[in-house]
């Protein structure tokens, strides 16, 4: 027993040994590795400008580097637009919002109508926001001193000293917060600014040369102008306010803040900070997703669900009547759920990368701005600097730890002030590209307005057009492509080898060829779809004349009435004369007894009393009848008495005593009639007729309405004949067939 008693205490001082010599092993690795650490810093003490010139050197690499790659970048971006305008032979080009050349383009064109000089309002708001900016930069820089000084003298227990520094922090509360609400409100009036400048151009180039028109009957690269001017536009213009604020301040912050840092921690400490931000940087870049995109994607569908929605209104009417309420549910409820899943997928994008983005600049920036500001204070102590009056109690250790802390404060606030600048530059990086996606849709906007005034469409070509579009030779092919003149005349309207083409590029007829002087009535008749409507849109300015040459006055001297008039928002007064206002109406001398004279013409003077005078503002499309429309529609013109109207099936509604009384009044008037009717009433008011045979021919001559009329009725009598022959020979057959059967 006492052998194993032995042998236990043994073992046990061989494990003390061990024990021992293990411990002091560490601490002799522990004081090597100490002794190679002061024996670097020692090296970079006496080398230490060194070491910074070559920072500064690799710092000025890094930047010539990145601009030469922007550089490239630009100019590979430019010659492959020129190749692709070269390969397609259009300017404009389906394309994907990114920040690249196009963008800066885009933005460079817009910027110039939202800021449309250095001397005006917006620009002087500009100077202002970024005034507001720079001081509010040097105003953070003297709160960070400040609130190191504060924590300093807290921690040495000068009373006095913390007390006036609480109160210099609240003489900087007044001018910070002046100035955070100015910038806010300045940014709202920029957004404002920029959003009313870029609508009044829209607007400008949209209710212009019909462009309004074409855009949505003679193009195809918009179907939704009206959501695009009303929701983009206002979309872009805050975002480029904000952008602006979300871009500058950062940049401005970052570049103030890390000037102040080299200062108290080095530029050493600093280029390592900052080159880990610029890896994690690239890093949240390479796994951004593709906002811009997805952004411009989002506004298409949201166009096509307001598109379908302003549809149904429209043609509520037709749909109630053909019960199409559940083909249009199903119509709307497609385009609504494709926008759902793409917002939906956008939201989930988000989530992920937000989370990363999260992680990267609050804590892993954090980290390393932490230990970034302890770096002075490790680095004093490891260089073996004297410490030991840290160590005793005095007025000499309470001054050190007093700077130590008021560094240290400073340098942090100002490390998380830089971090957040940062932080904000990388999540504006996702407001450029929405941006962008903005951008990209108010450009495509703005160009095609401006080809559309120019004449230049986009046009699917489908049916027959599209068939021939396949085979090679045929004349017809490019002929939307083509165009001919249109000449200003004194008083006559010729048609002279002109093709009437649908927008598609449908012929309806290949030439054309007819004359009509001021007082030679003309009425246009033949089968629906022969190119009745379409003559008179290219007469009327709103189809392009595709070749030959046109002779007409001018527009102001051509009036069009449709079969369902257009009702105006406005008074009762202002449907008589529209689209005059009521001080046009004046400067013609025309007063409120005129128009009621001209109503009487058209058995309709009863209306202004019966609906509340002149100035009684109702939805009048819903107040008439169709029949008070068409009146109102001839009131007018004759209102404004031009020189030709066009006609088209305008008194279907209409009885035919108020019929005549129409046509003989605008006849008396001097007004030439162009008519589009099937009424064998109304011939007795035209001198010529221009008839289609829906194949591609026509008729111009003169028209004798007793003839006609006596060889209609020739002409259905004999057919009632013939149809009475086919009727006996029918009888006679049924007859014989029973006699042989019995």
């Not at 080398?47 to 010539?64: H, P, T």
Request: glycine share 6%; aromatic share 8%; with cysteine.
């Amino acid at each position: 027993m006492v052998a194993a008693v032995n042998q236990d205490l043994l073992a046990g001082a061989v494990t003390d040994r061990i024990q021992s010599m293990l411990y002091e092993y560490v601490r002799s690795l522990k004081r090597k590795q100490l002794t190679v650490l002061n024996r670097i810093m020692l090296f970079y003490a006496q080398n230490r400008q060194v070491v910074r010139r070559s920072i500064v050197a690799l710092i000025c690499a890094g930047v010539v580097e990145r601009l030469y790659k922007v550089f490239r970048l630009m100019t590979t971006e430019r010659k492959l637009v020129q190749q692709s305008m070269a390969n397609s032979g259009k300017g404009s080009k389906q394309r994907s919002a990114q920040i690249d050349k196009q963008f800066f383009d885009n933005l460079k064109q817009l910027v110039a109508i939202a800021i449309p000089g250095l001397l005006t309002k917006e620009a002087g708001m500009l100077a202002i926001h970024t005034v507001l900016l720079v001081f509010r930069s040097f105003l953070s820089v003297a709160v960070a001193t400040l609130d190191g000084q504060i924590v300093s003298s807290l921690v040495r227990l000068r009373g006095r000293e913390f007390m006036t520094g609480i109160a210099k922090w609240m003489a900087m509360a007044v001018p910070a917060t002046a100035t955070n609400s100015l910038l806010n409100y300045v940014q709202t009036m920029l957004a404002i600014r920029f959003r009313q400048n870029l609508t009044e151009h829209a607007h400008k180039m949209y209710l212009a040369n019909n462009t309004y028109y074409a855009v949505g009957n003679l193009d195809d690269r918009i179907n939704n102008a009206d959501q695009l001017i009303a929701v983009d536009i206002k979309k872009f213009s805050n975002s480029l306010a904000e952008i602006y604020s979300n871009l500058a301040k950062p940049s401005l912050d970052a570049f103030v803040y890390n000037i102040q840092l080299a200062k108290s921690l080095g530029i050493e400490s600093l280029f390592g900070i900052m080159v880990i931000v610029q890896m994690s940087t690239g890093m949240l870049r390479f796994l951004a997703p593709p906002f811009g995109q997805l952004v411009a994607q989002e506004q298409r569908l949201e166009g096509e669900f307001y598109f379908t929605h302003s549809r149904l209104i429209e043609h509520a009417e037709e749909i109630a009547l053909y019960r199409g309420h559940e083909a249009e549910k199903l119509s709307i409820n497609h385009r609504y759920l494709r926008l759902v899943r793409h917002v939906n997928r956008v939201f989930r994008l988000n989530v992920f990368y937000g989370m990363l983005q999260d992680f990267v600049v609050k804590y892993f920036w954090g980290a390393a701005g932490l230990a970034g500001c302890a770096i002075p204070v490790f680095t004093e102590r490891l260089a073996g600097a004297p410490v030991a009056a840290a160590q005793s109690p005095g007025s000499g250790a309470s001054s050190s730890i007093g700077k130590r802390t008021r560094d240290f404060i400073t340098n942090r606030r100002l490390l998380l002030s830089a971090s957040d600048a940062f932080g904000r530059m990388i999540y504006s990086y996702k407001e450029i590209v929405e941006l962008a996606g903005y951008a990209e849709r108010v450009t495509e906007l703005l160009t095609v307005f401006s080809e559309v005034s120019r004449g230049q469409f986009v046009k699917t070509r489908v049916g027959e057009s599209a068939e021939k579009s396949l085979q090679s030779g045929d004349d017809d092919v490019d002929i939307v492509n083509r165009r001919g003149q249109v000449v200003e005349s004194a008083d006559d309207v010729e048609f002279i080898d002109v093709p009437i083409v649908s927008p598609n590029g449908d012929v309806l007829v290949r030439k054309l060829n007819f004359h009509v002087k001021p007082g030679r009535h003309l009425l246009i008749v033949g089968p629906n779809g022969c190119g009745k409507s379409s003559m008179f849109r290219i007469l009327g300015g709103l189809w392009p004349v595709y070749g030959g040459t046109l002779r007409k006055p001018s527009m102001s001297q051509i009036f069009y009435i449709p079969q369902r008039p257009y009702l105006p928002v406005g008074t009762l007064r202002d449907q008589v004369i529209y689209p005059d206002c009521a001080a046009d109406m004046t400067a013609k001398g025309t007063t409120d007894a005129d128009l009621l004279a001209i109503l009487k013409v058209v058995q309709l003077s009863h209306i202004v009393e019966r609906e509340g005078g002149w100035d009684s503002v109702k939805a009048w499309r819903d107040a008439l009848s169709g029949g008070d429309k068409q009146r109102i529609a001839m009131a007018r013109l004759f209102y404004h008495r031009p020189l030709y109207a066009i006609m088209d099936e305008c008194t279907s509604a209409v009885s035919m005593d108020v019929e005549r009384i129409m046509y003989t009044h605008a006849t008396n008037l001097g007004i030439t009639l162009l008519t589009v009717s099937h009424r064998q009433s109304l011939w007795v008011y035209h001198n010529y007729i221009l008839q289609y045979d829906g194949q591609g021919g026509y008729i111009f001559s003169k028209l004798d309405p007793e003839r006609r009329i006596a060889l209609m009725e020739e002409k259905q009598q004999i057919e009632q004949e013939l149809a009475a022959i086919k009727d006996m020979e029918a009888r006679l057959q049924d007859m014989e067939a029973a006699v042989a059967s019995y």
